[in-house]
């Protein structure tokens, strides 16, 4: 049962262009969202996150929307550039999982330079 | 300030062979995660520590796989007798904060394990 969905499992984008990665999940509990990013041989590192209080969250050149009633997120990256090439994972989060991070199952971004 | 540290970075073993990982969290972390990535998914939280004692260890699969966190600071996972469906990393993660609450996870570097 996968509560959270990540449903490309790679994009590729020109740089300077805009990515825009996608996730959606089922459980209407989730009141909290983060999106991780993850280089090869490395940990996951936080990106931006969103509580469910919010539709919009914007760090830089990453904004992430949420549209609670398709229960789906969004990750923009704008302009993206090439170090921005890695896998994302989008998680959710909500006190009825006792705030365990739920993931998905990542997608592949490369920025084509 | 230092991240969170793994050891060993790979490990290759035969199956029913056993297998410990050792995880050190950033210094203060209360709250200390294992999780395990399978190839093409996301990661999957295999038990939860507060200081040392266990907050969550649902999806552990506790016939074969163990882990502590003595004196609240550094864990040790380990697998007897592994299976080859153990192939994954396993990665460590840590936060400030405790469980009751959203609080950013910082992850370690993971520990590649191949059953063979």
């Known amino acids: 049962d996968q509560q959270v969905k990540q449903n490309s499992p790679s994009l590729s984008v020109q740089e300077g262009r805009i990515s825009i990665l996608n996730c959606d999940y089922t459980n209407s509990m989730f009141d909290y969202f983060l999106w991780y990013k993850k280089y090869p041989a490395e940990g996951p590192t936080f990106l931006i996150s969103i509580s469910s209080i919010k539709d919009k969250n914007e760090d830089g050149r990453f904004t992430v929307f949420l549209n609670k009633s398709a229960k789906h997120l969004s990750l923009h990256i704008v302009p993206s550039q090439p170090g921005d090439s890695a896998v994302y994972f989008c998680?959710?989060?909500?006190?009825?999982?006792?705030?365990?991070?739920?993931f998905g199952s990542g997608t592949r971004l490369l920025v084509r330079p | 300030e230092a991240g969170v540290a793994q050891s060993p970075r790979y490990k290759i073993i035969e199956k029913r062979q056993s297998v410990a990982f050792w995880c050190n969290p950033i210094s203060g972390h209360a709250t200390l995660y294992w999780y395990q990535q399978i190839l093409g998914q996301g990661p999957k939280l295999l038990i939860q520590?507060?200081?040392?004692?266990?907050?969550?260890d649902s999806q552990l699969p506790k016939d074969r796989f163990s882990a502590e966190r003595l004196k609240g600071v550094d864990s040790t996972l380990k697998i007897q007798p592994a299976k080859l469906e153990d192939s994954a990393v396993y990665l460590c993660?840590?936060?400030?904060?405790?469980?009751?609450?959203?609080?950013?996870?910082?992850f370690g570097p993971g520990t590649r394990l191949t059953v063979l």
């Open positions: 993660a840590s936060s400030l904060a405790g469980a009751s609450t959203y609080n950013e996870q910082f």
């Open positions: 998680a959710a989060s909500g006190v009825d999982s006792s705030y365990k991070l739920i």
């Open positions: 520590f507060q200081n040392n004692g266990v907050v969550d």
